[in-house]
């Protein structure tokens, strides 16, 4: 099996001499090239297949911000990864579009290896090398309409209101996830891993949130006409659902803080591949939805023969690439079919039993397929008399929002 490939590209040579003494231990794991220049980056990509591109921003002649944007562009399916010093807001508005993740410096060698371990380890889930481009591709996830329109409008003011920011946000699965990929770089330093989308907004503060939006244009607005097979917010309102019982399911089993943070955040986007698919292969993804409406099949099955993926698979690819937790990346890839061997309670657990609860009692259209929940599973790790009481979580939850609660924001 052929090494991966890693290039590395820094301005300062002494930077790029103390990387190749921190990541010699790694040679026999990977190839690694190191230059000083964005174009000799280039110049290089040209004959060296890449796998993954770490670049400084603030570098003379072609920036980091402007290698990363060449290198989407002509090789997007290379993993870009940003490594710089600088964490201010315009180092981080400049590169929040063209890079996967960011690293601040000095960073420890275990790190930028787990970081570099975690981009080629979800390679796999998506094997076709033309969608795996289109979706590393992705400036930006579709939001709601109305939604933009919303944030838009309150961050235009002259003093918005963080809460109801945090509010709007925690509405939307692209928000959410931009957010959280945001918040959790290494740019803020932050010393967990920050689960709840409201934390994270305000630990970002209005400035960075008004730069995202209205200066960087980060979310895009879906022209929802171009799938009529998918009801945009049914499933906005499914992944917020999720989100809830999975922490709700977690609250009950007794779970620790960060096992249920992550529950939630994988909750709210396990479904997140759809998102991409229909964004990077609407008229594909429209003949998926369309021939498991109506020979009633289960959607990840027609998916997987006409894809040759799921959307379980393209989302957890996609948050890989992003650096989510490989808890929620489990669970996000696993959500329908949890993988026997896995012998302890995780997030996948909360969020494969709250997904097949909220299809169970929340029906999306008469042909829908809902999902199995996997009692093997649920009996491997001891949980399957848990079953009952996560029905009265859900029948509970649902009967607050018949009463005119509130659907949550994730956290």
Request: glycine share 6%; proline share 4%; aromatic share 6%.
């Amino acid at each position: 099996m052929s090494k991966s490939h890693i290039m590395f590209v820094d301005d300062e040579v002494k930077v790029l001499e103390g990387l190749q003494r921190m990541l010699r231990p790694y040679r026999k794991e990977w190839d690694m090239t190191f230059t000083e220049s964005g174009y000799k980056a280039m110049e290089l990509l040209e004959t060296t297949p890449v796998d993954v591109l770490v670049t400084d921003i603030r570098m003379p002649g072609m920036s980091g911000s402007e290698l990363l944007a060449a290198v989407k562009e002509r090789y997007p399916r290379i993993v870009r990864i940003v490594l710089s010093g600088h964490s201010d807001l315009e180092c981080i508005v400049q590169s929040v579009l063209p890079a996967h993740q960011y690293l601040s410096k000095p960073c420890k060698p275990e790190v930028l290896k787990d970081v570099i371990e975690q981009a080629l380890r979800v390679a796999h889930l998506v094997e076709d090398d033309t969608l795996r481009a289109l979706i590393s591709n992705m400036d930006a996830l579709p939001v709601l309409p109305k939604l933009y329109q919303e944030i838009s409008a309150e961050l235009s003011k002259d003093e918005p209101s963080l809460e109801t920011v945090a509010e709007i946000i925690g509405k939307d699965v692209g928000m959410s996830a931009e957010v959280l990929k945001l918040v959790n770089s290494s740019f803020f330093g932050f010393a967990r891993h920050i689960g709840s989308v409201r934390q994270a907004v305000t630990m970002l503060g209005v400035n960075i949130i008004q730069s995202l939006v209205l200066t960087v244009h980060v979310f895009s607005v879906f022209d929802t006409e171009k799938s009529p097979f998918i009801s945009f917010k049914g499933l906005w309102e499914h992944s917020i659902r999720t989100s809830n019982l999975a922490r709700r399911i977690c609250t009950a089993d007794k779970c620790d803080r960060e096992l249920a943070d992550n529950a939630c955040i994988a909750g709210m986007l396990h479904d997140i591949g759809k998102l991409v698919l229909v964004s990077t292969c609407s008229e594909q993804y429209n003949e998926v939805l369309r021939t498991s409406r109506e020979k009633n099949r289960r959607v990840w099955d027609v998916e997987k023969e006409i894809l040759g993926t799921t959307h379980a698979e393209v989302g957890a690819y996609l948050m890989g690439l992003w650096g989510m937790p490989d808890s929620v990346i489990e669970a996000i890839a696993f959500h329908h079919a949890p993988i026997s061997p896995l012998s302890s309670y995780r997030p996948l657990t909360a969020v494969h039993v709250a997904n097949v609860l909220d299809h169970k009692h929340c029906v999306i259209h008469e042909n829908y397929v809902v999902p199995d929940m996997d009692m093997d599973y649920l009996g491997n790790i001891g949980v399957a008399d848990h079953l009952p009481e996560w029905e009265r979580t859900t029948k509970d939850y649902l009967e607050d929002l018949e009463d005119g609660g509130e659907q949550d924001s994730a956290g």
